[in-house]
């Protein structure tokens, strides 16, 4: 009997503490704040242009065109098979620095 009574003991305990509860109090105008915010009607432009790239034709069409151009990039910039000549200047077997350098010193006429 002395764990029942223990039992009952804890009960009333419980039940007393929940008789120095009080009501809840929200603040000042919180139900108004709350329906003005729920009703909310303006859109960012984000948000619209979110809502129209999100609808499938949008897309569905977008995507078309981007594959579009890819296939066209790759058609048309493909590398042509033609051989055109290439022109290819012969240098003579010299050595670069046996060129002759005209100082001030060299004299072509030396009569008057």
Not at 25 to 38: G, Q, S, V, Y
Not at 40 to 68: H, N, Q, Y
Not at 86 to 98: G, K, L, N, R, Y
Request: glycine share 2%; net charge negative.
């Amino acid at each position: 009997m002395n764990k029942k009574e223990h039992i009952n003991k804890l009960v009333e305990e419980a039940l007393e503490s929940v008789d120095q509860v009080s009501r809840a109090e929200a603040k000042p105008f919180l139900l108004t704040r709350i329906n003005a915010r729920m009703n909310k009607e303006t859109e960012s432009v984000w948000e619209k242009a979110g809502w129209f790239i999100g609808r499938p034709a949008v897309a569905f069409s977008g995507l078309c065109m981007i594959i579009l151009i890819n296939l066209a990039v790759l058609l048309f910039n493909q590398p042509s098979n033609t051989v055109t000549p290439t022109e290819q200047v012969a240098q003579s077997p010299t050595d670069e620095f046996s060129y002759s350098i005209a100082t001030i010193y060299d004299t072509e006429n030396t009569q008057p």
